[in-house]
């Protein structure tokens, strides 16, 4: 059983920091790609970051510059260091981890999701 546990979400003014984690539990061979998603109230969910095994990223471009993702392949864990917040970016924020290897299957999963919110 593979489960995602996000933290570091919480209430942050206008310009400051957070930074999320998020680890993979069970017994993991391997994640092809682990990533942040978000949504707003009355908002789709949107892409924030992704970083692929090879560490290639994706940001979406309302975070370029600001968010930072990494990734830990050895210990399935995931961050993302977000700068310079604003208010737009208050949001539930997702972790996600595409084709994730286990001894059965290949299969997506996706965290609980962790608050966080922007106050101007």
């Known amino acids: 059983q593979v489960q995602l546990v996000e933290s570091g979400g919480g209430l942050v003014q206008t310009g400051g920091s957070l930074r999320l984690s998020c680890a993979a539990s069970g017994t993991i061979f391997g994640i092809y790609v682990m990533g942040w998603y978000r949504q707003a109230p009355g908002k789709q969910r949107e892409l924030v970051a992704t970083?692929?095994?090879?560490?290639?990223?994706n940001y979406a471009d309302s975070v370029k510059g600001r968010f930072a993702i990494s990734r830990d392949n050895t210990k399935n864990t995931v961050s993302l260091q977000m700068d310079s917040l604003k208010p737009e970016d208050t949001g539930v924020y997702y972790c996600h981890a595409e084709g994730v290897r286990t001894t059965s299957r290949q299969s997506d999963y996706w965290g609980q999701g962790t608050q966080v919110t922007v106050s101007s």
């Open positions: 970083m692929h095994a090879s560490d290639a990223t």
